[in-house]
């Protein structure tokens, strides 16, 4: 279960990157910096209760899906 954590929120981080250099890459209109936001967000706060929480397990930590509404 700790990896599945881990793992999301390595996600987070990764398509917020993402999202970030597609911003001003791509031509399809999409809403990359709303996304990127979101996601950084996501990853903020997960990082954020894993520091403060200071376990090795972080089974407390809830990793219930957020729905994201992005143009």
Sequence with gaps: MMEI???FLASHLFWG????VNAKLSEIPFGYWD??????K??????E???VCGSPTI??????KK?????
């Design 67 to 71: 729905e994201t509404v992005v143009d």
């Design 42 to 47: 996501n990853y903020q706060y997960l990082k």
């Design 5 to 7: 954590k881990i793992f």
């Design 17 to 20: 990157l993402w999202s970030i």
């Design 59 to 64: 089974d407390n930590i809830d990793i219930a």
């Design 35 to 40: 996304y990127a936001v979101s996601r950084l």
């Design 49 to 51: 209760k894993i520091t």
